[in-house]
């Protein structure tokens, strides 16, 4: 499979603690999306890279949520001190050259207890 | 800021009616819009785009600068059809530099058999 790839598809955390999610794009993409969807919403946009450098932040990407992509090719998205309220579903996405299209992964969903 | 919205949470034609899935958009540039589809338990997919003028499937979309909407028509719909539907917005087409996809809350179609 050369699509987009997330890990893990499901985490389960008990509020407090730390989480780290692994966005794999497709191999020649320079893009890197991160969104988040919670039930009966589309995705909402966190940030976005170009190769290793991060070009935009939501403002939904508080203080607790970093994101790296270190080499250019796959990424990380860590939240510290999980809330409920970070309970959603992750989504990655890559792109690249002079299109914008989007090629999703199938997401992690996180579940904070 | 830019914003979508589709009014219609949940759609239900019978097989072989036409199907029109509503979306307005706000945005004071010119921005690329885009349909989504997720269909039951995979990942989010490209359905179409408007710069691209094609029929992906039987469904085409026009953009109404006007009405400022891309509503997503197929005149018979299939029972393959059923699926969650996400209208989307890019407004990096007007040169904002930016490639965020801001989205719709989603219309669920249902093809009745």
């Known amino acids: 499979d050369t699509g987009v790839s997330q890990d893990p598809r499901h985490k389960i955390t008990k509020r407090g603690q730390n989480v780290t999610f692994r966005c794999d794009p497709i191999?020649?993409?320079?893009?890197l999306y991160w969104y988040r969807q919670t039930l009966g919403q589309g995705p909402e946009f966190l940030t976005y890279?170009?190769?290793?450098?991060?070009?935009?932040k939501s403002r939904l990407l508080s203080d607790r949520f970093s994101a790296e992509r270190p080499k250019g090719s796959f990424s990380t998205l860590e939240i510290q001190r999980t809330e409920q309220g970070d309970s959603a579903m992750y989504l990655c996405?890559?792109?690249?050259?002079?299109?914008?299209?989007?090629?999703f992964g199938p997401g992690t969903r996180l579940t904070v207890l | 800021a830019q914003r979508v919205t589709q009014p219609e949470k949940l759609l239900s034609v019978f097989k072989g009616a036409p199907v029109e899935l509503k979306c307005n958009y706000s945005?004071?540039?010119?921005?690329?819009l885009f349909w989504y589809v997720q269909y039951s338990r995979q990942r989010l997919q490209l359905l179409l785009r408007?710069?691209s003028r094609e029929s992906i499937k039987g469904f085409t979309a026009d953009l109404n600068k006007g009405e400022t909407s891309f509503h997503l028509k197929k005149p018979f719909a299939q029972e393959e059809d059923s699926a969650m539907y996400y209208c989307a917005l890019n407004p990096a087409y007007s040169g904002a530099g930016s490639y965020q996809l801001t989205f719709g809350k989603g219309t669920k179609l249902s093809v009745i058999p």
């Open positions: 945005y004071s540039g010119s921005p690329e």
């Open positions: 996405a890559s792109g690249s050259g002079g299109t914008d299209t989007q090629y």
């Open positions: 890279f170009q190769n290793e450098a991060q070009l935009e």
């Open positions: 191999s020649e993409h320079n893009r």
């Open positions: 408007h710069i």
